[in-house]
């Protein structure tokens, strides 16, 4: 910071007797006057000094007036300082008697009127008079025109000056001769006006609203004409504070009116009271551990969670209750806060129970669930998807993991599975062969070959009441008649599995039968009579004999089986010879109508 330091020039209006020139002093007056040995002054403009150096010059201009700028720098230090200074020269060879100005004040539109008088002799014969006003905001004018008389008095008007308070610098001047002038300084009306001690404000809903306080300086007494709101408002005034209130809307402070003079203003204070911004943090909810929640808080700007937490961040909370609060600032830098609360559930502990883990296929498991709160579930076994509490399935052979899936009353998900939880063992596969499926009473013998596999143990019963339990069994069957054997073979797996298989033998009897061919019908003890002799292999229910003579003619028949020839026919022997014998019965191995005929030989 470079300091700086003031100057003082002396004399600034040379307003006695006439000079072509006129010397300017300078002061530093917070240093040792006249000590200026450590300085450089540097004036400008050149061409109406007669030095640029020091701190005393003089000015010689043909003007009434001229502008000096000066820079001192401190050669130390280093330091500068600018100002200027504005000299007036009443030139010799013109002199005003008189030069009077009074000030119209507090017309209407906040402007004043200069109404002046003057007098002069030794003017110049040409040219006419100009009087200038310069105020802080601008120059003012009015020309008197050339036809002087000497000694007398003439007037000027210069009307419409706005009303700003300061200085006002008067000079009059020919424009023939500018160094016949005269110059006057005057102290322009002040005007009513006011200092903001307490501005309006922007608020927050609840916010202390401070009163608009104005500093009010002005002659007297008078009246603030303003707006509140777009209604017109007046209060009485006196030197000091006045205070409009707190009241929020637009106050336009329009003019001052004292005992003198009007201030027209337009000026704007604004009280506005923002609503609070409706922060929403977000729906209470509850979720399940393992879920996320992202904390969004809307209905302001910008957002502070407690906690440090922050605004879209995603949280992964353990199970608990939790409240979170966030403080929203809107674009008016008003806050409000809001809270939301979450509880975080634990997921369901999922167990169910099977009523048996092991057995041979087909196996029938019944499983329950047993987890509590259940409000929704689904079974996943052996690819079968399941929704009621006790499920009932059948399984083939193999391992099967079984998977259940809960909900329960908070919504919460979980699952579990048991890994290998039943196992179905496989049946053994029951399969043999017979080397003879029909046999007969000569030949009924049947081996018997295991052809099952899976199977450490066999029981074998052949249907006639006997059984085995070796691997390969070899059985003869008993019988005269024809007879269907059902073979049953039942194996066991060493886990207890069985299967069955079965085979069908068959028993036909030989067909065993003997026919005499000569019989000696002749009252002997033996050899007497003549008939066929059946062993096995005959069904008698259908068994005929009949005999014929040489002629072909029937001489005997019986359908009974026990019923012999005696060799006679009508009660009388045949003669001895060679007869024709027809038999016919049944066959017992294939229900098949049999036929047999040959010839017997009568000796007697």
Not at 514 to 521: L, S
Not at 556 to 581: L, S
Request: glycine share 8%; hydrophobic share 30%; proline share 4%.
């Amino acid at each position: 910071n470079v300091p700086q330091f003031d100057i003082a020039f002396t004399p600034e209006i040379d307003s006695v007797g006439c000079n072509d020139c006129i010397p300017i002093t300078v002061d530093l007056p917070q240093f040792n006057s006249g000590n200026y040995n450590n300085y450089t002054f540097d004036w400008s403009p050149a061409n109406e000094l007669n030095t640029l150096q020091g701190n005393q010059v003089i000015a010689c201009m043909d003007s009434i007036s001229s502008t000096f700028y000066l820079e001192v720098t401190d050669t130390v230090t280093g330091c500068i300082s600018n100002d200027s200074v504005t000299v007036f020269i009443n030139h010799c060879g013109c002199e005003y008697i008189q030069h009077n100005v009074t000030i119209d004040s507090c017309q209407t539109g906040g402007v004043y009127t200069l109404n002046g008088e003057l007098s002069f002799y030794d003017y110049p014969a040409t040219g006419n008079l100009i009087i200038n006003a310069l105020t802080n905001t601008g120059n003012y004018t009015d020309t008197l025109f050339q036809n002087f008389v000497e000694d007398s008095i003439y007037t000027y008007t210069i009307p419409n000056i706005p009303q700003s308070g300061g200085q006002i610098l008067i000079t009059a001047h020919f424009e023939d001769e500018s160094t016949c002038a005269d110059t006057l300084i005057l102290q322009a009306p002040d005007l009513p006006t006011y200092t903001v001690i307490q501005n309006g404000n922007t608020y927050c809903q609840g916010d202390s609203v401070y009163d608009i306080l104005l500093d009010v300086e002005l002659d007297q007494s008078g009246t603030l004409y303003y707006t509140f709101n777009g209604t017109n408002q007046s209060v009485s005034l006196t030197p000091g504070q006045v205070n409009l209130g707190n009241q929020e809307g637009v106050y336009i402070l329009n003019s001052f009116v004292d005992v003198n003079c009007s201030q027209y203003f337009g000026d704007t204070i604004t009280i506005i009271i923002h609503p609070l911004p409706t922060v929403n943090a977000g729906t209470d909810t509850s979720f399940c551990v393992g879920n996320t929640y992202t904390l969004n808080a809307t209905g302001a700007q910008t957002y502070q969670w407690e906690g440090g937490y922050a605004d879209q961040q995603v949280l992964t909370p353990t199970l608990g209750q939790y409240q979170f609060i966030v403080e929203g600032t809107d674009t008016n830098s008003c806050t409000n806060t809001d809270t939301v609360n979450i509880t975080v559930n634990n997921l369901p502990e999922v167990s169910f129970t099977a009523d048996t883990l092991e057995g041979c296929e087909p196996l029938e498991v019944t499983f329950t669930n047993i987890t509590q709160n259940t409000q929704s579930l689904t079974w996943n076994i052996n690819g079968s998807n399941y929704n009621t509490n006790t499920v009932v399935h059948e399984f083939n052979a193999g391992l099967f993991t079984i998977s259940l899936e809960v909900t329960d009353q908070n919504n919460c998900l979980n699952d579990t599975s048991y890994t290998d939880y039943i196992e179905v063992h496989p049946n053994p596969v029951a399969d043999f062969k017979a080397s003879n499926n029909l046999i007969n009473s000569l030949d009924n013998s049947v081996s018997f070959t295991n052809q099952s596999t899976g199977a450490t143990y066999y029981q074998w019963s052949f249907g006639d009441g006997d059984s085995s339990t070796l691997v390969d069994p070899i059985h003869s069957y008993l019988g005269n008649e024809r007879i269907v054997f059902q073979v049953e073979l039942l194996v066991t797996s060493t886990e207890g599995c069985t299967d069955i298989a079965y085979q069908s033998i068959e028993l036909k009897p030989e067909l065993l039968y003997y026919v005499p061919n000569t019989f000696t019908p002749n009252g002997d003890a033996s050899n007497n009579t003549f008939q066929p002799v059946f062993t096995s292999g005959i069904d008698f229910t259908s068994y005929s004999l009949e005999i014929y003579n040489r002629g072909g003619k029937l001489i005997f028949e019986t359908t009974h089986a026990n019923q012999a020839w005696d060799g006679t026919f009508n009660g009388k022997p045949v003669p001895d010879g060679v007869y024709t014998y027809k038999i016919y019965f049944t066959s017992a191995a294939n229900a098949e109508r049999e036929f047999i005929t040959g010839h017997v030989n009568v000796l007697r």
